[in-house]
């Protein structure tokens, strides 16, 4: 099993140094949802929310928070993100779930160091900023499965997430 790298020979945190890694073009995917009540998605669906497209500025948040990551997680670095890209697909109950919106997020760098966290908070943004949109007609909506989807470049190469 490989060490955690944001700790130091004698148990301090400290930010992993990236110095002498080659910069390599790298991708993080992440994804995650909301699920809610069939009128909350069909608010969102129609584009009539109180509050205006619940999507359009969902992803204009994605995307800030993306580019915002090392300022939320204390050890994360700075970096010059070239793409953030965030999608939603509407998903409406069968017999296998609820209604839902599921969010994915893709970010790319050209770096020493990948993007997984970039990807990460960008969904979980997403979500909360739907949720905050809405919770004025549904408190009760649940953000769930956020995790990451794949990851490509750098030296450990690619991850797919199991399905």
């Known amino acids: 099993m490989s060490q955690l790298t944001h700790f130091d020979a004698q148990g301090q945190a400290h930010m992993v140094d990236v110095a002498a890694k080659a910069a390599t073009h790298r991708i993080g995917i992440a994804g995650g949802r909301i699920e809610m009540q069939a009128a909350t998605l069909a608010l969102i669906a129609s584009g009539t929310a109180k509050k205006g497209d619940v999507l359009g500025i969902a992803r204009v948040a994605g995307i800030m928070a993306a580019k915002k990551t090392s300022d939320l997680i204390p050890l994360c670095h700075p970096l010059a993100l070239t793409r953030v890209a965030i999608e939603f697909e509407v998903i409406h109950a069968s017999a296998t779930g609820a ?4 969010c994915t997020a893709t970010v790319e760098t050209v770096g020493p160091t990948g993007v997984e966290m970039e990807a990460l908070t960008a969904v979980q943004v997403a979500l909360l900023t739907i949720y905050d949109m809405c ?4 408190r009760g909506m649940t953000i769930t499965d956020c995790k990451l989807l794949e990851k490509h470049g750098g030296k ?3 991850f797919v997430a199991a399905t």
């Open 99 to 102: 209604d839902s919106v599921f």
């Open 135 to 138: 919770k004025a007609v549904d």
């Open 156 to 158: 450990s190469g690619s």
